[in-house]
């Protein structure tokens, strides 16, 4: 199996910090948030590769900073060659410019770079294993409907399978939102492309979830009895930092 991180954003409602240092690589709780990630990454035995797929902008600060980490994982950091906001991948995108540029045949674990928990995630890949050849994805109960409205939303049928999937919905019908946390079997990778090709939105996943429902099967794991944290800005940065702390 190989694991991709979505890396190649440019952070900027987190500017000044994220103005020459990439926001997978700030600080929480005194180590990158990268590694709190990785740390949940590295007991999968099944996992023998993970891909950081980054910008040119700050593809140097990965490298180097994958110099002095320690894994029994091989890492490789991908540079999609962007260098703006204006001419990003988006993160539908870079999935697909990793799985053909890398030639990803196996199964692929996709997890955002600025996404943090610490629940293991081996019953999430039984899950996963117990649903191909389709698509899972990762849920959490952010419980309030208000909060909701900044998510993608799903509602689930009483098998797991996603009924409706909708990015940041004005009137949400239900509070399980997608933690950017998706297994690809290695039977559904060319399904990015296609979804590209018919000129469709490469940025926010929920589009291309959304799109994906409509035509076969998905399924979701709720996690259940954790703390998730998507560091959007600098007040879900600083909570996440106390929260870790």
């Known amino acids: 199996m190989k694991v991709l991180l979505l890396a190649a954003g440019y952070a900027t409602r987190l500017y000044p910090l994220t103005v020459d240092k990439p926001k997978p690589l700030l ?5 990158p948030v990268l590694e709190h990630i990785l740390d949940i990454i590295e007991p999968l035995k099944e996992v023998d590769e993970i891909f950081i797929v980054t910008n040119h902008k700050f593809a140097g600060h990965f490298e180097k900073w994958s110099k002095g980490y320690k894994s029994s994982k091989t890492i490789t950091v991908v540079d999609d060659g962007t260098l703006s906001n204006d001419d990003r991948l988006g993160a539908t995108g870079d999935i697909e410019f990793v799985i053909k540029n890398k030639g990803v045949k196996d199964d692929l674990l996709v997890l ?6 610490r629940t293991p995630l081996k019953d999430f890949l039984d899950f ?11 849920l959490y109960d952010v419980k309030h409907i208000e909060l909701a409205k900044k998510y993608g939303i799903v509602s ?5 399978r996603v009924l409706e999937f909708k990015e940041k919905p004005s009137a949400p019908k239900s509070t399980l939102a997608a933690k950017c946390l998706y297994f ?3 039977e559904k990778l060319g399904i990015a492309g296609t979804y590209l090709n018919t000129d469709n939105n490469g940025d926010a996943p929920g589009y291309f979830l959304q799109w994906l429902r409509a035509k076969e099967p998905i399924f979701g794991y709720v996690f259940q009895d954790e ?3 998507d560091i959007g800005d600098k007040r879900s940065y600083e909570e996440a930092d106390r929260e870790f702390k």
């Not at 600080?27 to 180590?31: C, M, N, R, T, V």
């Not at 117990?130 to 990762?138: A, D, W």
């Not at 689930?156 to 797991?160: E, G, R, T, V, Y």
């Open 27 to 31: 600080p929480i709780a005194g180590k």
């Open 112 to 117: 955002a770079g600025d996404n943090i928990f």
């Open 128 to 138: 996963s294993y117990s649903k191909r050849p389709s698509l899972s994805i990762g």
């Open 156 to 160: 689930l049928d009483k098998n797991n």
């Open 184 to 186: 690809f079997p290695k």
């Open 227 to 229: 703390k998730w944290f």
